[in-house]
């Protein structure tokens, strides 16, 4: 039984739901962090994305098993080593499809409703849409979009569009190098012939998108730091001195690409490179520090 409940775990990827803290992005930057009901919501809302990004990486992985079955690493994976059946993975996904509407229902139908519109987004992606160039990175960029407009709703605070804009930039970036790192592991052998999308992509219009996503994520941010809105809430302008953090790490990133560092897992990446760790801990708290230290 514990053998069967450790590879439902790592069907549904738990180490990858480091990525639904864009949720909780709202509750930061509208100062709500210590107030216990907003706190609650928010870390519900969070909670949400969990499970139904669980049960959409059983969906994902039921219409990949070819391809997962000819990749170095992903073959090893529960469907695609045969570990788990079809049916299971359904089983899987539909049971945490139903506990989330269930946990999340006081969060109202606004946060459903925009839950529900990522789920069926990345229905449609594993069916059909991520064999269409471009279409592909961006339908994966909307998922963050929509992480930080469900902790939004879930708060009930309004949410800057120059916010909405840097996280899909930012996700834009982590997409074009997932892609990137994707073409340079398959190269030309059988992965890259399943993957039929990565045929129609190349490392030098991967790297002028990771360019061009990189300066947008920068320029975004350092315009919501100093949108009036923002000097309102914030009660300070000294917010914009936190763009260093991001130019340090999306600078790190690109190294790790670069250098050949990095690999098909953005997260993995993200989350196991210590210069990246200690940059993004330091940003949230002067970010906290600034935002909160001001009446």
């Known amino acids: 039984m514990i053998d069967r409940i450790m590879l439902y775990l790592q069907l ?27 706190l609650q919501d928010a870390l519900l809302a969070c909670a949400g994305f969990c499970l139904a990004a669980g049960a959409v990486y059983c969906i994902n992985d ?8 000819v990749h170095p690493v992903k073959r090893t994976r529960p469907l695609a080593s045969g570990q788990v059946s079809a049916a ?21 139908w606004v ?26 990175v961006f339908l994966v960029a909307s998922g963050f979009m929509l992480r930080v407009l469900s902790g939004a709703v879930a708060i009930d605070v309004p949410v800057s569009s120059w916010i909405i804009l840097c996280t899909l930039f930012i996700s834009l970036f982590l997409g074009f190098g997932k892609r990137r790192g994707e073409l340079t592991t398959a190269g030309g052998g059988e992965t890259r012939n399943e993957r039929k999308v990565l045929l129609r992509y190349s490392v030098g219009f991967l790297d002028q998108m990771l360019t061009i996503s990189a300066a947008g994520a920068v320029i975004t941010y350092a315009l919501y730091t100093m949108a009036p809105s923002t000097l309102k809430i914030f009660s300070t302008d000294l917010v914009i001195y936190t763009t260093v953090f991001v130019i340090f790490g999306v600078s790190r990133y690109l190294f790790l690409i670069h250098s050949g560092k990095s690999t098909d897992n953005p997260t993995l990446t993200v989350t196991s490179d ?22």
């Open 12 to 38: 549904i990827r738990p180490g990858q739901w480091v990525k639904n803290a864009f949720v909780l992005a709202p509750l930061i930057f509208s100062r709500e962090l210590f107030d216990p009901g907003p």
């Open 88 to 108: 299971e993975a359904l089983m899987v996904a539909f049971f945490l499809l139903i506990t989330g509407a269930v946990v999340t229902a006081g969060l109202g």
């Open 62 to 69: 039921l219409t990949d098993v070819a391809a997962d079955r």
């Open 274 to 295: 210590l210069p990246i760790l200690i940059t993004g801990i330091a940003w949230i708290l002067v970010c906290v520090s600034l935002i909160y230290s001001h009446p």
């Open 111 to 136: 946060y459903l409703s925009v839950i529900g519109t990522y789920i069926l987004l990345n229905i449609l992606y594993s069916l059909k849409l991520k064999e269409v160039v471009l279409v592909d």
